[in-house]
């Protein structure tokens, strides 16, 4: 696409693609590509043109030109500065300017420059804050003194948009008319198979830098966006006189014919351009030697040295808080872990990157071609990054924006949890969880602090997430005593700490003592003085009570939050009637004395039960106490 193109994401296409349409994947795929192609590359150099016996050192590099592009360069990144500075500083700060120059920060290869898609003011002047920082670093980096030579113009161009950005200088030529004339004089003809294109593809197999420029060559063709390989073969020394010379890279016309030696063989995808200027990347270089026809060698054998090696391995750690002078099995644990995490700790490769290895590819410098043409490929023309992409997530102190505690739907939605219970599925959430040490701590603070200590009455623990960087699922667990009232859930990294409010509340509670403790049955049914029951959290309505013993039933009047009044009907144990017919044979001639009534102390279970809240459960609202029934019963005269 030209610098004016406009790229536009079409919705996944139901009909074949129209001209000019392409996947995005397939663009993603080139850009791949590309991204590989260019890390593997370097900038050629006027000794890559000459013999392989030069002995010269002179680079010959254009440096007027070199020294204006680092200059324009270094002035556009103090521009940028200026106007990012001039945004942050207004009042209020102009967010839509900031923006837009975060966008531009990020065509100079800063990292986290780009700003997410609809991000509020203060997320925005934070950013561009951190993106400040390192803009100045850069133009601090990137003061070049007068007269620099090569290297510090390149250094310079490098601190400008990354130590990975590839300069391409532009060199002169020493001999022009050579170098012609070793491309033109140098015979690649060859047979079947021998032609530059398969020696092309044959060493494609076996050297990456060129496997990788053949799959950009034929991504170029799939899209119809390149003309695949125009392979050019140039054959240094050149011929003097103009002859023709056989390319080093045919085998041998005859069996009789040598090699030549101390040759050295330029593939170029293209001929390179007639004139005593140019710029030009070098894709993969490598020295072959021909061996001789009779050589003289010698006998190696191979010696098995001993393979036997001490298996046992010894870990030697100390305690993470020294001041304890103990170890927990949660820290061994930890301890265990880290050190297997640490022993495959390496450096990102492309493989690692997949997909976004184009994202963090450094961007490309090219001469300029005409007047007034760009001479950098802006990396927004290659690529739009998904939403919030490159935005720092491990720099900086943690922030801790959102606590969810998985309550059931039916439930108000509250971060809390009740005295003696365990709440699971918390969802965490925010940024910079895990820190820039990969090292997180979770903990539970009081409010005001220092006031109690929370550990000995809450517990946190973690479990795993699919982005430790921004989600976090937790367990919490209150114990039986822990104090009602407001504590502070609190995360820990490296960088600082970040907090958010979490409540302990009161759970359904009857003390075990009732008064008074006791109740009498009469012959005949009442309803008893009432009981007093004391405890936390009554609730005027809802709570009951029941007795596991049939003559008792009961009511709950409410006094306050931690009274109740238990109101309960005794049914009587009436005297059992005395049956006497004295005309039935054999009867007495008296009737016979009645039944006499005696007493028993029986225990009586009575369930109180209050209201659930927040998904409780009823072994939660479901409480017990005690009561002794002086329960009054009857028998017959005489019988013991």
């Known amino acids: ?86 945004g942050l500083t207004a009042t209020p700060p102009t967010v839509d300017v900031l923006a837009g120059r975060l966008v531009e920060a990020a065509s100079f290869g800063i990292g986290g420059a780009l700003p997410p898609v609809n991000a509020d003011a203060d997320a925005l002047v934070r950013q561009a804050t951190e993106i400040l920082a390192e803009l100045n670093r850069r133009v601090d980096a990137a003061a070049t003194p007068a007269n620099a030579g090569t290297d510090e113009q390149v250094a310079c161009v490098k601190a400008i948009f990354g130590r990975d950005f590839v300069v391409v200088p532009r060199f002169t030529v020493a001999d022009p008319a050579a170098l012609a004339r070793a491309f033109s004089g140098t015979d690649s003809g060859g047979a079947a198979g021998q032609d530059p294109l398969a020696w092309f593809a ?129 820290e061994l644990v930890n301890t265990v872990r880290e050190t297997l995490d640490l022993a495959v700790v390496r450096s990102a490769d492309p493989v690692s990157l997949g997909s976004f290895e184009h994202l963090v590819a450094g961007a490309l410098t090219l001469p300029n071609w005409g007047p007034g043409e760009a001479s950098t490929v802006d990396a927004g023309r290659l690529a739009t990054p998904p939403a919030g992409y490159g935005v720092p997530q491990t720099v900086g102190e943690p922030v801790l924006q959102s606590v969810a505690f998985n309550y059931p739907s039916s439930a108000p939605s509250m971060t809390a949890v009740r005295q003696g219970r365990q709440v699971s599925g918390i969802v965490a959430t925010g940024l910079r969880l895990r820190g820039t040490d990969r090292q997180t701590r979770w903990q539970i603070d009081a409010v005001p602090p220092n006031t109690t200590d929370a550990s000995r009455y ?44 979490i409540h302990v509340l009161q759970r359904f509670h009857v003390n075990p003592t009732v008064n008074p403790g006791m109740l009498r049955q009469e012959q005949w049914g009442y309803v008893a003085d009432p009981l007093t029951v004391t405890g936390r959290r009554f609730t005027e309505s809802g709570m009951t009570v029941t007795s596991d013993h049939r003559a008792v039933r009961g009511t709950v009047a409410f006094m306050n939050a931690t009274t109740a009044r238990l109101y309960l009907r005794v049914d009587g144990s009436p005297r059992p009637p005395v049956v006497w017919d004295p005309t039935e044979p054999g009867a007495p001639h008296k009737p016979p004395e009645p039944p006499e009534p005696y007493r028993q102390s029986v225990t009586v279970k009575l369930t109180i039960t209050g209201v659930a809240e927040n998904g409780e459960t009823a072994d939660d609202v479901v409480k017990y106490v005690y009561i002794t029934l002086d329960a009054l019963h009857w028998r017959e005269a005489g019988i013991q």
Not at 482 to 495: A, D, F, H, N, Q
């Open 202 to 330: 044959r060493m494609a197999r076996v050297r990456p830098a060129v496997e990788q420029a053949e799959t950009l060559a034929l991504y170029g063709q799939a899209l119809g966006t390149g003309a695949g390989l125009a392979l050019a073969v140039g054959q240094f020394p050149a011929s003097a006189q103009g002859n023709t010379q056989r390319w080093v890279g045919l085998p041998p016309a005859s069996p009789d014919q040598a090699v030549a030696a101390n040759a050295a063989s330029v593939v170029a995808l293209g001929a390179p351009p007639a004139g005593a200027t140019l710029a030009a990347l070098v894709l993969d270089q490598w020295s072959e030697v021909v061996p001789s026809r009779r050589e003289t060698t010698a006998v190696a054998y191979h010696f098995d040295a001993p393979s036997t090696q001490a298996p046992q391995a010894i870990l030697l750690a100390v305690p993470g808080r020294p001041a304890t002078g103990n170890w927990t099995v949660e």
């Open 458 to 501: 809450l517990d946190v623990y973690t479990g795993s997430s699919n982005n430790p960087d921004t989600s976090a699922n937790l367990t919490v667990r209150a114990h039986a005593d822990t104090p009602p009232g407001e504590y502070r859930l609190t995360v820990v990294t490296g960088s600082g700490q970040s907090s958010r409010p």
């Open 1 to 86: 696409m030209g610098p004016d193109a406009t790229a536009r994401l079409l919705p996944a296409p139901t009909t074949p693609l129209a001209a000019g349409e392409v996947y995005l994947a397939d663009v993603l795929e080139l850009l791949e590509t590309v991204s590989a192609t260019l890390r593997a590359a370097r900038p050629a150099h006027a000794s890559d043109l000459d013999a392989p016996v030069s002995t010269s050192d002179n680079d010959r590099v254009e440096l007027t030109d070199l020294a204006g592009r680092a200059a324009r360069a270094y002035q556009d990144l103090v521009d940028l500065r200026n106007a990012v500075t001039a």
